[in-house]
């Protein structure tokens, strides 16, 4: 497989444009996704280790989460918008599984 470097070099004269030009060039366009996969994976376990309770840190650990993917989707590093939407329901139904019943 051939990659081409020279569209992440034109690109690259910013951090932005380095990181953009990663995303289309060598990651097809997943690499957005998978560092906020990446992301979420810690920022769970960081949450888990401190909380002990796994309904709280799914829920925070979702909130973080999509506001991070609005940061991605504006910096045109998620180019899906299945992600997006995905993101949104994962965290109503995390928030809504840890709203207090009385």
Do not use: P
């Not at 444009?17 to 994976?41: E, P």
């Not at 280790?49 to 796994?54: K, L, P």
């Not at 506001?67 to 965290?91: Q, S």
């Amino acid at each position: 497989m051939v990659y081409n470097l020279t569209g992440i070099v034109d690109n690259g004269t910013t951090l932005l444009g380095f990181v953009q030009g990663v995303n289309d060039q060598l990651m097809l366009g997943w690499f957005g996704f998978f560092m906020l996969l990446g992301i979420c994976a810690v920022v769970f376990m960081a949450f888990i280790s401190a909380t002990n309770d796994v309904k709280k840190s799914v829920s925070a650990t979702a909130f973080i989460a999509f506001t991070l993917t609005i940061f991605l989707k504006a910096t045109d590093l998620i180019g899906n918008d299945l992600v997006v939407y995905g993101v949104l329901v994962v965290t109503g139904l995390a928030i809504a599984t840890t709203w207090k019943k009385d």
